[in-house]
């Protein structure tokens, strides 16, 4: 019977060669843009109890670095958006 591989630390992870990993300033949640089949994912994750927040993918990598950018800035924001 094979043995599961250990499980590796997330928060060492590097991104693929074209990838990339971003973190808010309070360092609370992780935005990773990677290579997944044949487009672009932007996933954003929280540090705390490693949980998936959201998933989208993109057919462009400047597309999908564009969201990442959107969602670091998200979630670095003091104030709650207008309107709220």
Do not use: Y
């Amino acid at each position: 019977m094979a043995m599961a591989a250990p499980r590796r630390n997330d928060r060492a992870r590097r991104p693929a060669p074209s990838g990339m990993v971003l973190r808010n300033e309070a360092g609370t949640h992780e935005v990773e843009v990677s290579r997944a089949l044949s487009q672009w994912a932007v996933t954003v994750t929280s540090l705390a109890d490693n949980r998936m927040i959201c998933q989208d993918f993109f057919s462009r990598r400047w597309e999908a670095v564009a969201r990442a950018e959107d969602f670091v800035r998200l979630l670095n924001r003091k104030e709650p958006p207008p309107g709220w």
